[in-house]
């Protein structure tokens, strides 16, 4: 039986304190800690709510539209902090494993949004595996829009480029917001019928609620 993305991240959590500078990974906890109080922003996109349209470039420059997302069903859109963060890449890769195999079912759509650049988005090795939309929010605009950006403390950028991290030159427009990784699930009519916050970087949505909250959708309109 596959690991949970809560047991890998442990996992990832465990590996990164060995490895990485003990000051590095004292702001990095510190910060976690400070995330996780501060919690869920007031003001963050509800269920219920219909999300205006937009228009995303994906890694290799050509726009998307969230009306293209939900031509044919909905759309699970995961905001991400970029392909620098290796818990955003064990959940992608986790979704790409276990989660776009099961979407069919619904005729669900799976896109990945950060504020990198298109070309930023993903390592050549990461848009050879991944065969899902990866999306660019320049600006982290959208994020901000639905009430999950936020700016990083000065001293975790410190910390971030003592390990060769500098977030002005991987986002685009050279912002160093961020979204919180986020779990939108937006029906045709581009309602939002599932949305999962985590101010805590290190967790996220499990496909098991994913598949839940899809197989929800479709008992109600049935």
Request: with cysteine; hydrophobic share 40%; charged share 20%.
């Amino acid at each position: 039986m596959s690991l949970t993305i809560r047991e890998q991240s442990k996992q990832l959590q465990a590996t990164s304190a060995a490895q990485l500078p003990p000051d590095v990974v004292e702001v990095f906890s510190r910060n976690s800690q400070q995330l996780r109080e501060r919690g869920i922003p007031s003001g963050t996109v509800k269920v219920g709510d219909t999300l205006a349209s937009f228009t995303l470039c994906n890694a290799m420059g050509t726009p998307v539209t969230l009306d293209d997302l939900v031509s044919a069903g909905p759309a699970v859109l995961v905001f991400y902090r970029g392909g620098w963060c290796p818990y955003c890449n064990l959940a992608l890769r986790t979704y790409q494993r276990e989660l776009l195999p099961q979407l069919g079912a619904w005729h669900a759509t799976l896109a990945a949004i950060s504020p990198q650049t298109p070309d930023k988005s993903l390592s050549t090795a990461e848009k050879a595996g991944l065969v899902f939309e990866v999306l660019s929010d320049p600006g982290s605009r959208l994020a901000r829009r639905i009430g999950i950006a936020f700016e990083q403390a000065e001293e975790v950028l410190a910390a971030q480029r003592k390990l060769g991290l500098d977030l002005a030159q991987v986002n685009e427009e050279g912002s160093t917001e961020l979204p919180m990784p986020t779990v939108l699930i937006v029906d045709p009519d581009r309602i939002v019928r599932f949305v999962d916050v985590h101010p805590d970087y290190t967790t996220r949505t499990e496909v098991g609620d994913i598949i839940g909250a899809l197989a929800g959708i479709t008992a109600e309109t049935h």
